[in-house]
Each structure stands twice: as C-alpha cells, then as structure tokens.
C-alpha cells in the first residue's frame, strides 16, 4: 500500500476533508487535519489490517479530531457558507441557490446535536459508511452506534416538524 499512498490521497482527500470540515468548520483547520490525517496513516501503515481503506482512513481523521479538539479545547464558529467551496463543477446560479439551501438547512439541523449524534449521522447518512465502518470510525460497538444513529435522526426529525 505505501507505493500507492498517492493514489489513496487522491482518491479520499476529498472525503475526508469534507468530514474533517463538518466536524472543525474551518477551512484552514481541516486543510491540516487531512495532512496530519495523512501523516499518520503513513507512519501507522504497518497497523492497516486489510480492512476497507476508506473506513481506516476515516478513523484516523477522527482520531486527529478528538486529538486537535482535546488539544485546542474550543469550538471554531463556523461561517454559514463554510460547505460552499465544496463544488468543483460549474453550475447555474439557480443550482447554486438551491444548493446553498440545502446546505444551510444540514448545517442548521447538525448545529445543536450532541458530538456523537452529530458524527453518527455525517458518517453514515452523509459519507455513506456502513452501520459497522461508522461504528469501527467512532471506536463504539455497532448496536450502539446505531442508537447514536437513531437518536441524531429523532433530533432532526424533532427540530424539522417543530419548524412546520
């Protein structure tokens, strides 16, 4: 795997710059957690197992979160356009409007969760990893994780009819 590793970077850092990003909500801050993201998964390659690289990649990330957070001890405010420069292509302005709504309305609904919830739902609703690769990311049992799932939906759901 380490003669591939730039053919990994390309492939994932995208992902996980917009993971890192929606956790940190720092443009800046995330731009380093994937480097150190990185970093790490070069100098821990002889811990990669052969499980699904995406899924190893993003515990890593996780990891060099909680390690930036514990380290920092504050939350970044983020600004309200922070998902915006995440579309490469072109796109009509009645696209962009549409897109930045929704965008406003997923920052809006992740913004209150409890950090667990919040990372249960980016990862698995939002990054598409499955109930155990979310699970493995986080360090929590699966049955768990699920519950975190479910409890982060509840919310969503709470707080989209209330709005109603």
Same mark, same amino acid.
């Given at each position: 795997m380490g003669n591939n590793l730039d053919g990994i970077y390309n492939? &994932?850092?995208h992902d996980l710059y917009r993971f890192l990003l929606s956790l940190c *909500? %720092? *443009? *800046?801050t995330a731009e380093d957690l994937v480097q150190e993201?990185?970093?790490r998964a070069h100098l821990n390659i002889e %811990?990669?197992?052969g499980? %699904?690289?995406?899924?190893w990649l993003f515990t890593v990330a996780h990891n060099a979160f909680i390690d &930036?957070?514990?380290k920092h001890k504050r939350t970044n405010v983020k600004e309200q356009n922070f998902f915006t420069s995440l579309f490469d292509r072109k796109r009509t302005t009645e696209?962009?409007?549409v897109i930045h709504d929704e965008i406003q309305e997923i920052i809006e609904m992740l913004k209150d969760l409890p950090e667990k919830h919040k990372y249960a739902v980016l990862l698995h609703d939002f990054h598409g990893l499955s109930y155990h690769e979310a699970a493995l990311v986080m360090n929590v049992r699966q049955p768990y994780f699920k519950v975190l799932l479910f409890r982060g939906r509840q919310a969503i759901r709470n707080r989209k009819a209330g709005e109603k």
């Amino acid at each position: 795997m380490g003669n591939n590793l730039d053919g990994i970077y390309n492939m &994932y850092f995208h992902d996980l710059y917009r993971f890192l990003l929606s956790l940190c *909500h %720092n *443009h *800046h801050t995330a731009e380093d957690l994937v480097q150190e993201t990185f970093f790490r998964a070069h100098l821990n390659i002889e %811990n990669y197992e052969g499980e %699904n690289i995406k899924t190893w990649l993003f515990t890593v990330a996780h990891n060099a979160f909680i390690d &930036y957070y514990r380290k920092h001890k504050r939350t970044n405010v983020k600004e309200q356009n922070f998902f915006t420069s995440l579309f490469d292509r072109k796109r009509t302005t009645e696209e962009t409007v549409v897109i930045h709504d929704e965008i406003q309305e997923i920052i809006e609904m992740l913004k209150d969760l409890p950090e667990k919830h919040k990372y249960a739902v980016l990862l698995h609703d939002f990054h598409g990893l499955s109930y155990h690769e979310a699970a493995l990311v986080m360090n929590v049992r699966q049955p768990y994780f699920k519950v975190l799932l479910f409890r982060g939906r509840q919310a969503i759901r709470n707080r989209k009819a209330g709005e109603k």
